[in-house]
């Protein structure tokens, strides 16, 4: 095998997503601690004194406790080189985790046994599940009481519509929890509470082991024995094909803050896993493993950290090997470029790359030329990988800048934020740029808006929310906006680009404007 599909032979590129507090940051710390990336992994506990876990850096994520934007962090495991993409823990930021989630090849869904599915996530699980991808789903904390497995898989099933394959099955929980049954080979991995509760030793036993009653109570025997039964006549059974289209979710419980059933889970997975898929392109299919380095652009990042006020592009490495300072093709900007300063995100540390492979995530210097969605081939090669849909925004508000002699910043900072596609930004007719509509697919969007236009622009705005829910671009070319007959509650607005486009508060008023106006052609997305 050539040193090209060796390297991306061993790539595994997944996105972790869960509920805020179901312990994705403790799930992602401990797999890097497997990796060696990191020293100290279990830092979680005295996060909110001073230590910040390392994926979250964004001062308003401290605060509020959430993940506002994803980062992405690489660690290798057993001679396997693996990409994480971590995601915003919130559902307000749904469409964020749609293109992270474009970027990876999997998806890891963490849940708190004690919680089950969380209402608020839905949302999120359920972005999920529109990509198809294989979904493999941690059950955390099953060191504290949790609900009974059977109810928790019944809800992942019935509320995310997925089925689902337990692979191990948990032995009590709480101050009972002796540790998870490995369903196909019998084994019993203990979980013994270590002196400082942070550790949690592994050792293996199994149900016919003439001992066992001494390692777990006869009760809690007998309970495994009958769910065990109930659970061959009952559940899906495992296969691997379906797992690989996103249909079979396969299950794991474990203990991400004691270090219990994250070492199993993460050799289960990189099992389970590919290497790098093929793509879609406008050209056909890309085979991730040709000579041609492609990748494509999910993320923009402004003013990431104080000390770089830069703009950086991620892009996700779809085929063949990068290497820095050779001559690249911008397919949307039609033109050659050498990409500048690549570099590798560790959180808040930055790590130059020379190369990187096909399921790789690198982020580049823009100069403000790249757009989300964007591909990047190898000169010669014109092809478009698949665009990332834009979700329509539910929630919108006028804001103004307090001082307007502050009116560049504001400007620069409004165009900056939306351009990273964290807003949508509308401008009404007959109004300058002091006042625009900004358009959010969550409310915690205008917070971040707000916070990051006073942080990184200086920059106070006043904001006002608007009664409207549903947009509507105009189609038609020839359109008169000011003899267009809409109801008393529609707002007509045009977009960054000039585009008409209608603003409703009840969707029932998007028919009558089409009753109104003969010929008119409305749609949910602009283009
Ligand atoms: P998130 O990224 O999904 O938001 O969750 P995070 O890892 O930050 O974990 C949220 C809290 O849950 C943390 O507690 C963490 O220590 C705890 N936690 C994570 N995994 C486990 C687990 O397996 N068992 C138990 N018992 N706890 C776990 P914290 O921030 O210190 O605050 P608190 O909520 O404990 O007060």
Redesign the pocket.
Known sequence: MSDLNTEINRRRTFAII?H????????TEKFLLYGGAINLAGS??G??AAKH?VSDWMEIEKERGI?VTSSVMQFEYNGMCINILDTP?HQDFSEDTYRTLMAADSAVM?IDGSKGVEAQTIKLFKVCVMRHIPIFTFI??M??EANDPFDLIDEIENVLGIHTCPINWPIGSGKSFKGVYDRKSGVISRFIQGDNGHRAEVIETSLDAPDIESVITKELYDKLSEDSELLDGASDEFDLEKVRAGELSPVFFG????NFGVEIFLRHFLEMTTPPLPRKSNEGIIDPFGNDFSAFVFKIQANMNKAHRDRIAFMRICSGKFEAGKEVYHVQGEKKLRLTQPQQMMAEERKHVEEAYAGDIIGVFDPGIFAIGDTICAPGKKFCYEGIPTFAPEHFARIRQVDTMKRKQFIKGIEQIALEGAVQIFQEYNTGMEEIIVGVVGVLQFEVLEYRLANEYRVEIRLEQLPYEHIRWIENEDIYIDRLSVTSDTKKVKDMHGRPLLLFTHPWSVGTVLDRNEGLVLTEFGK
């Open positions: 869960s805020p507090d179901a312990g994705k940051t403790t799930l979680v506990k996060r909110k876990a993940s823990g963490v955390n904390k060191d504290r203990s991400a803050l004691t």
